[in-house]
């Protein structure tokens, strides 16, 4: 069993940036794949980013790339976003999330994939 707890979260201006975390407790966090998933009022949570095993993979979805970066710290049992450059649009509650998978490699993308879920963190950017 994992506990998956989220913060840094908040409200930022356009253009800004934010460093969210995800602190796991409870199982195994290495073996693991990990993800970012966010839901804006009225939508479906979405993909954002996702992260391999060990770390040496990563996923984006189109709308974040080259302005979000996700990393893992296994040691620390820590995941991480970097958000910079941060728009209205972005404005959402994110969560993390982690998946089961036996493929080392393998960056997990759809939401059906991921076992745990976190409680989210509110982003909120203004314009």
């Known amino acids: 069993q994992v506990v998956l707890v989220e913060s840094g979260g908040g409200l930022v201006q356009a253009g800004g940036s934010l460093r969210l975390s995800c602190t796991a407790s409870g199982s195994t966090f290495s073996t693991w794949a990990m993800g970012w998933f966010r839901q804006a009022p009225g939508k479906e949570r979405e993909f954002v980013a996702g992260?391999?095993?060990?770390?040496?993979?990563?996923d984006y979805t189109d709308s974040v790339k080259g302005r979000f970066t996700c990393s893992r710290e296994n040691a620390r049992n820590t995941l991480y976003l970097q958000m910079n450059s941060l728009k209205p649009e972005d404005t959402a509650v994110y969560f993390c999330?982690?998946?089961?998978?036996?493929?080392?490699?393998?960056?997990?993308?759809?939401?059906?994939?991921?076992?745990?879920w976190g409680q989210g963190t509110q982003v909120t950017v203004s314009s």
């Open positions: 992260i391999s095993w060990f770390g040496g993979e990563t």
């Open positions: 999330a982690a998946g089961h998978t036996i493929d080392l490699y393998r960056v997990l993308t759809g939401r059906h994939e991921y076992d745990k």
